[in-house]
């Protein structure tokens, strides 16, 4: 069955710290993939999809990168963090040759 | 062009009663329109879609209408119970691009 994983699921990190968050795939190959944030109570914002290894569009410039080392890995990172990075960030992602996006369950990152 | 936009940002229903949710586009090239629905701390999940070419779809208490020439769509809950309590998302894309999605619509099902 097709299943996607985010870890960690809470993150607590100092500002000036780096970020790695993780997002994979199972079940499926070359699928799109996406990263989102979402501000407490706010809606979906688009940061990063990407449609192939190495095939990465940003959609807000910001200290936030993105990259996919593996069919079905995408990692979301920073070098710093900032206070307005804190939010709930989520992996999609979208079955080859389909229109059905899928969320993964979200990590919920604090930076003080 | 490319927004979604979404209203009303919130919405108080009595138990049982039909909550509904309005969206409306500007691209005509959209040719597919999901809902989602997320409760808190959880990823959205993907609740029902439709496309152009049908207006009405209807999954157990969940209907989307579809307006083309109006370029809106909707969601209507039927039988609203207090467990529909969410936010929910409407979405748009042509297939070729991400998913534009509305601010979202925060339901509260009271009894």
């Known amino acids: 069955s097709q299943t996607i994983h985010q870890w960690p699921a809470t993150l607590v990190q100092p500002v000036g710290s780096p970020l790695s968050l993780e997002c994979t795939v199972e079940?499926?190959?070359?699928?799109?993939l996406y990263w989102y944030r979402q501000a407490a109570g706010r809606g979906l914002q688009l940061l990063f999809y990407s449609i192939g290894i190495d095939q990465i569009s940003s959609e807000v410039p910001q200290n936030l990168s993105a990259s996919r080392p593996q069919d079905r890995q995408f990692i979301l990172s920073s070098k710093k963090l900032l206070l307005s990075d804190s939010g709930f960030y989520l992996c999609?992602?979208?079955?080859?040759?389909?229109?059905?996006?899928?969320f993964g369950p979200g990590t919920r990152l604090t930076v003080l | 062009q490319q927004q979604v936009k979404q209203s009303p940002q919130s919405l108080i229903v009595q138990k049982g009663g039909i909550s509904i949710i309005n969206c409306a586009y500007e691209n005509t090239a959209f040719d597919y329109f999901p809902w989602y629905q997320q409760f808190p701390g959880k990823g959205p999940a993907l609740l029902i879609a439709i496309r152009p070419d049908v207006s009405e779809k209807k999954e157990g208490r969940f209907t989307i209408s579809f307006n083309k020439s109006a370029k809106q769509f909707s969601l209507h809950i039927m039988d609203s119970q207090p467990g529909d309590s969410a936010t929910y998302f409407c979405?748009?894309?042509?297939?070729?691009?991400?998913?534009?999605f509305g601010k979202g619509t925060r339901l509260s099902v009271i009894a």
């Open positions: 079940g499926t190959s070359n699928p799109n």
């Open positions: 979405a748009a894309s042509n297939g070729n691009t991400p998913l534009v």
């Open positions: 999609a992602w979208t079955p080859a040759g389909t229109d059905t996006q899928y």
